[in-house]
Nanobody, 122 residues
Framework: QVQLVESGGGLVQAGGSLRLSCAASGRTVSSYALGWFRQAPGKERELAAAINWRGSSTYYADSVKGRFTISRDNAKNTVYLQMNSLKPEETAVYYC???????????????WGQGTQVTVSS
């Protein structure tokens, strides 16, 4: 079992930055790929970024490339999402998730956090 707890969400003005954190627990969490998804009201959940278990490979949605950075610290069992130049349309609940392999498909992720709200004001 893997437990995930997100933090760091909040209200930010357009163009601002936020750093999300996800604390993971579980005996083998360091062997999992980790991803950050987001879901806006009335929209499907989408992957923003993912990172492999070692932290050597990352994936970003086209919409966030150059603005978001995913990283992980396996010693702390924590994954981060640094979000810069935020846009109002990126207002959503952001979820941390764990999968056995690095993938962009939500259905491949076995474990999910409860989510953290990010609101970007215009």
């Amino acid at each position: 079992q893997v437990q995930l707890v997100e933090s760091g969400g909040g209200l930010v003005q357009a163009g601002g930055s936020l750093r999300l954190s996800c604390a993971a627990s579980g005996r083998t969490v360091s062997s999992y790929a980790l991803g950050w998804f987001r879901q806006a009201p009335g929209k499907e959940r989408e992957l923003a970024a993912a990172i492999n278990w070692r932290g050597s490979s990352t994936y970003y949605a086209d919409s966030v490339k150059g603005r978001f950075t995913i990283s992980r610290d396996n010693a702390k069992n924590t994954v981060y999402l640094q979000m810069n130049s935020l846009k109002p349309e990126e207002t959503a609940v952001y979820y941390c998730a764990a999968a056995r392999m690095t993938t962009g498909r939500a259905l491949d992720y076995d474990y999910w956090g409860q989510g953290t709200q990010v609101t970007v004001s215009s």
